[in-house]
Nanobody, 126 residues
Framework: QVQLVESGGGLVQAGGSLRLSCAASGGTFSSFNNYGVGWFRQAAGKEREFVAAISGSGVITRYADSVKGRFTISRDNAKNTVYLQMNRLKPEDTAVYYC????????????????WGQGTLVTVSS
């Protein structure tokens, strides 16, 4: 059974930083570097939205306008892990953050991906 497991969420004050991790394991997840990985978030009462994504090789990255210049996505294929470094956090960044993996595209849309994690909660206090 393939699993994506997010970690690193928590409570932080506005202006602070967090680093989220998305670790892949198990099943027939044969080659992590074949999978683009995206981060999405869903705030209470709102629809899930795209945050950032990275290609399998790490060469291509994409960001939502709302996080450009503050968030950085990266990956370590040797560890089957994708990271989301979040700096200068704002209260409006509060949400459950999910990662998703897709071997066909760099995941910038909110559906159609092969694997999803269970989510990690990020709360930014003002």
């Amino acid at each position: 059974q393939v699993q994506l497991v997010e970690s690193g969420g928590g409570l932080v004050q506005a202006g602070g930083s967090l680093r989220l991790s998305c670790a892949a394991s198990g099943g027939t997840f044969s080659s992590f570097n074949n999978y683009g990985v995206g981060w999405f978030r869903q705030a209470a009462g709102k629809e899930r939205e795209f945050v950032a994504a990275i290609s399998g090789s790490g060469v291509i990255t994409r960001y939502a306008d709302s996080v450009k210049g503050r968030f950085t996505i990266s990956r370590d294929n040797a560890k089957n892990t994708v990271y989301l470094q979040m700096n200068r956090l704002k209260p409006e960044d509060t949400a459950v953050y999910y990662c998703a993996a897709n071997p066909r595209v760099v995941p910038t849309q909110g559906d159609g991906h092969d694997y999803w994690g269970q989510g990690t909660l990020v709360t930014v206090s003002s």
